[in-house]
Structures are given as C-alpha cells and as structure tokens.
C-alpha cells in the first residue's frame, strides 16, 4: 500500500520510492496485482522521464504485465491495471480490449468494473 500511495503522490522522489516499495512487495510475494501496479507505475515514470526511457520502460512493462497475468489472470484489478498500461503505453488498444474483455462478463460485484 506504501507503494501506491506514494506512486500516486506524483512527484519523482516519490515515484522512486514507490519503485523501491513496490519491488520489495514482489520480492516477499510476487503476487499479480502488484506486478500489475509495478507495470502501471511505468506509465508515471514515463511521464516524469519525458519519454528518454521509453524503450526500457516498455520493456519492462511487458515483462511485468506478463509475469502479472502468469500470477493471476483473472484479477479483476491485474486486469484493469495491464489493460491500461496497453492503451497508454503500448498504444496497443486491440491488445487492451482482449485484456478487459473476460471482466466486462464478469458479476458487477467488484469495484473496480463498470459496465457501460
């Protein structure tokens, strides 16, 4: 939770640390939401970055969104997380609506779904 907090906080220092809190959660249980946070965390640090790291960002948003799904594919909050980081990094939107499509089916019992 320290991660995302200060993930959310929006300013580099922050963004670091959430870095570093986010990682030592993936150490301790590589579980698929915070995999799928670490892998959304890349859009904030992309935006900070002005785009010089892009490639490396890219890369390392694939492997987490991958390591994210292996874990736990049916997540509704790993699949909201991932669907993004395809549509705004990857710009990959067919990617992103096969991602979202298994929770647009799914009871409307969690928060994080919306059905339109």
């Given amino acids: 939770l320290d991660g ?4 959310l906080r929006l300013n ?3 963004i670091e640390n ?5 990682r030592k ?3 301790i249980e590589p579980r698929g939401p915070f995999l799928a946070f670490y892998a959304f965390q ?3 640090r992309l935006e900070k970055s002005k785009g010089t790291d892009l490639a490396l ?3 390392r948003a694939d492997e987490l969104v991958a390591r994210a799904l292996e874990a736990d594919p049916l997540n509704p909050i790993t699949r909201s997380l991932v669907t993004h980081v395809y549509s705004f990094l990857f710009r ?3 990617r992103a609506n096969s991602l979202i499509q298994p ?3 799914a009871p409307p019992d969690s928060p994080i779904i919306i059905h339109s």
């Fill in 4 to 7: 995302i907090d200060l993930m």
């Fill in 12 to 14: 580099k220092p922050n």
């Fill in 18 to 22: 959430a870095s570093g809190a986010l």
């Fill in 25 to 27: 959660a993936i150490d």
């Fill in 42 to 44: 890349t859009l904030f």
């Fill in 57 to 59: 960002l890219r890369e």
């Fill in 92 to 94: 990959d939107f067919e």
């Fill in 103 to 105: 929770l647009l089916s």
